[in-house]
T-cell receptor, first 114, second 113 residues
Framework: ELKVEQNPLFLSMQEGKNYTIYCNYS?????LYWYRQDPGKSLESLFV???NGAVKQEGRLMASLDTKARLSTLHITAAVHDLSATYFC???WGNGGSQGNLIFGKGTKLSVKP | NAGVMQNPRHLVRRRGQEARLRCSPM?????VYWYRQLPEEGLKFMVY????????ESGMPKERFSAEFPKEGPSILRIQQVVRGDSAAYFC???????????FGPGTRLTVL
């Protein structure tokens, strides 16, 4: 069974600081996704990482994937209050060969304080 | 280009009633996925459908739950004889055959009294 673990689960940061969220998964997969969810809202796609060594950046967020270590990171640079949300990583693990079955981590609840 | 649409956004049912949740995928998308989210938890995969076919239902409870995606019309997630434990947010996502990203709808928040 594929397991996806995120840490930390809760993160309180000061504005302007840097931090990294980690996402470990237990079985081979070459598709990893990061999503953002605001309270009571749906999930917004942030990054799709499709190969070993993939690195993508958007604004103050940068995501990377190491398929050999089964690890993805989401790095936050110079955090601002608007980044406060819950961040999920998800791994695509097709059951029986099909794709589309996303296994989600529990999420990292980020709070950025002035 | 409208995104993934779900209705209703909020649904209240009493124990034993039926709940029907609808999902219209993004234009051009033929793959639909249903997920359930309990409070303070991540999403749990339920079922993956293409038009008129169930591709993967490994996350669906064996009883009371069913899903369809007919040739015409939205995808439907049906929960019969609801129980309090069914209270959750149900999200639908869609993708096309050529995209790697699943785009999520706003969710239906089901409350069972």
């Amino acid at each position: 069974e594929l397991k996806v673990e995120q840490n930390p689960l809760f993160l309180s940061m000061q504005e302007g600081k840097n931090y990294t969220i980690y996402c470990n998964y237990s079985t081979t997969s070459d598709r990893l996704y990061w999503y953002r969810q605001d309270p009571g809202k749906s999930l917004e796609s942030l990054f799709v990482l499709l190969s070993n060594g993939a690195v993508k950046q958007e604004g103050r967020l940068m995501a990377s994937l190491d398929t050999k270590a089964r690890l993805s990171t989401l790095h936050i640079t110079a955090a601002v209050h608007d980044l406060s949300a819950t961040y999920f990583c998800a791994v695509d693990w097709g059951n029986g060969g099909s794709q589309g079955n996303l296994i989600f981590g529990k999420g990292t609840k980020l709070s950025v304080k002035p | 280009n409208a995104g993934v649409m779900q209705n209703p956004r909020h649904l209240v049912r009493r124990r034993g009633q039926e709940a029907r949740l609808r999902c219209s995928p993004m234009k051009g998308h033929s793959h639909v996925y249903w997920y359930r989210q309990l409070p303070e938890e991540g999403l749990k995969f339920m079922v993956y459908l293409q038009k008129e076919n169930i591709i993967d239902e490994s996350g669906m409870p064996k009883e009371r739950f069913s899903a369809e995606f007919p040739k015409e019309g939205p995808s439907i997630l049906r929960i019969q004889q609801v129980v309090r434990g069914d209270s959750a947010a149900y999200f639908c996502a869609s993708s096309s055959a050529t995209t790697d990203t699943q785009y999520f709808g706003p969710g239906t928040r089901l409350t069972v009294l």
